[in-house]
């Protein structure tokens, strides 16, 4: 097809000409940076050893390690959906970025078929990036139950090579693990999702752990959208504890929310020795405990605001016994009442002091963040549906294809959309270090990675020209990320 633009003139100014031209043109050349930070981490080889591909490795055409990255890439460039990679199949930086293929021969555009014959001379080298049918192969094949356990560990496998590559091999000593749940919106009746009255809205309800110090997503688990806020929390922290303290750190410890204080978790974490924060809801013996700490003191009101805490031992019905608690109260300059909420630890009070346990648990703030990067920017799509075909060309089909499993494919495209968001995060931690100042995951993506390029191609070597305005962003960030190998544990 000729794809070329014949001569447009704008009106508003006679000297502007548009043309389109067969040139290899890119506005993703971001790609190249993000298959180096996959490649430095060696998080795709990895996924390749351990997931299980059952294809027949002589009808492959698209290996699965492109699969993944031409994926991770789309999600991490902005493209959420399956049909995005028709629409960018012969994008140069994608096909360069993806392939498993040196030199130009990613560029290589197959013959077309002239007298009914296909002049390429390996019909199966890839044209191009996968098409959508072939992406969604790719979910339905990583949807069971031991490639999504391999996806999820992929998410701590990636935060731990990109924190002991900064830290020369070296685990840290302590960190922090915040375990929350955040709501993802779904338009339609996918398997699995639920109105929520909370929300207001039908969504999926998944359990989402993070590195409080270091940003990294860590774990997810789908759930349905109704479910409470502690439901499933056990089962999911624990065993990744375990995974944390072996490739990540050597201490975890856990912040939470309000929703998920109950005895079973709080009595299996005092058990294995894990420190943990959370926030308790007030309740009426809560209220009588708090009430001889609410007076505003004698004297002029305070032109700041000033915080007390109060040190007590508090045992709700459900829990098998006291534990530490701490009444924060805090008076605010024209405000007639003070203000006040509870904090739960298994700290002792020589161990951690009243306000330091409050500045800790004010840092989830910074994991909410992360957090909301991760659906606002890459906005998952779970839009993954059971659709079993009835009928073909008016007649019952002879053969039924058995339905994919919608809730575990959609499991599968939010533990994508995490992976992105991490070989993301690697990059952003590694330009904020060579430029001494903050980035975000969406400045990093519009200003270093959504840019515009041109390939050219000569004696089989391959150039890509970039904006000057990104060519100078390009270097800082490239600088770090060469001397960026992942070493071994010590």
């Known amino acids: 097809m000729d794809s070329s633009l014949p001569p447009i003139r704008a009106s508003f100014n006679g000297s502007l000409r548009i043309e389109g031209r067969p040139e290899r043109l890119t506005s993703e050349s971001g790609a190249v940076i993000l298959r180096e930070v996959l490649d430095r981490l060696g998080i795709t080889d990895w996924l390749v050893e351990n997931l299980v591909d059952p294809r027949d490795p002589d009808l492959i055409t698209h290996p699965l390690s492109e699969l ?12 959420r959906d399956g049909d995005d990679a028709d629409a960018l199949r012969n994008d140069p930086a994608l096909r360069l970025s993806v392939s498993d293929r040196r030199g130009d021969a990613p560029l290589e555009q197959r013959t077309p078929p002239q007298d009914g014959r296909l002049l390429s001379h390996n019909p199966a080298v890839p044209d191009g990036l996968a098409s959508q049918p072939t992406q969604s192969r790719l ?5 069971t139950d031991h490639n999504r356990v391999v996806l999820r560990s992929a998410l701590v496998e990636t935060a731990a090579r990109r924190v002991r590559t900064m830290r020369e091999g070296h685990r840290p000593r302590y960190l922090t693990i915040d375990l929350d749940s955040l709501p993802v919106e779904v338009h339609g009746a996918q398997s699995g999702s639920e109105y929520n009255g909370h929300y207001h809205c039908r969504i999926y309800h998944p359990l989402v752990a993070t590195v409080a110090e270091t940003g990294d997503v860590l774990d997810l688990v789908l759930r349905p959208g109704a479910v409470h806020t502690a439901a499933g929390g056990l089962d999911f922290l624990l065993p990744l504890l375990d995974d944390v303290e072996r490739e990540l750190c050597q201490v975890a410890s856990v912040r939470i929310d309000a929703g998920f204080p109950e005895e079973h978790l709080l009595s299996s974490l005092e058990g294995r020795g894990t420190g943990y924060v959370a926030r308790v809801k007030n309740n009426p013996v809560l209220d009588r405990m708090a009430a001889p700490y609410l007076r505003r003191p004698v004297g002029r009101p305070p032109a700041e605001p000033r915080t007390w805490f109060h ?21 605010r300059p024209g405000e007639l009442f003070h203000h006040h909420f509870w ?5 002792s009070a020589e161990t951690m002091e009243g306000p330091a346990l409050l500045e800790l648990y004010r840092d989830r703030g910074t994991a909410e963040g992360r957090m ?10 779970l839009s993954s549906s059971a659709r079993p075909k009835s009928h073909y060309r008016g007649k019952t089909p002879k053969k039924r294809t ?3 499993d919608a809730f575990a494919n959609n499991e599968v495209l939010l533990l994508l959309n995490a992976l992105a968001y991490n070989v993301l995060h690697a990059a952003r931690v590694l330009m904020s270090s060579a430029t001494e100042e903050g980035w975000s995951v969406r400045r990093l993506r ?3 990675l959504r840019v515009a390029g041109r390939v050219l191609t000569h004696a089989r070597q391959v150039t890509l020209i970039v904006t000057s305005a990104a060519a100078g962003l390009w270097q800082t960030l490239w600088r770090p990320l060469t001397s960026f190998h992942v070493v071994e544990t010590s």
């Open 343 to 347: 904090l739960i630890t298994s700290w």
């Open 372 to 381: 909301g990067e991760l659906m606002n920017v890459l906005e998952p799509a």
């Open 68 to 79: 993944l990255r031409t994926r991770v890439m789309l999600m991490a460039l902005g493209w």
């Open 311 to 331: 040190e007590m031992v508090y045992r709700a019905e459900s829990w098998s016994r006291e534990r530490r608690v701490v009444l924060v109260t805090q008076e």
């Open 139 to 143: 979910v339905s094949l990583l949807s």
């Open 446 to 448: 519009e200003r270093v």
């Open 402 to 404: 058995p339905s994919v």
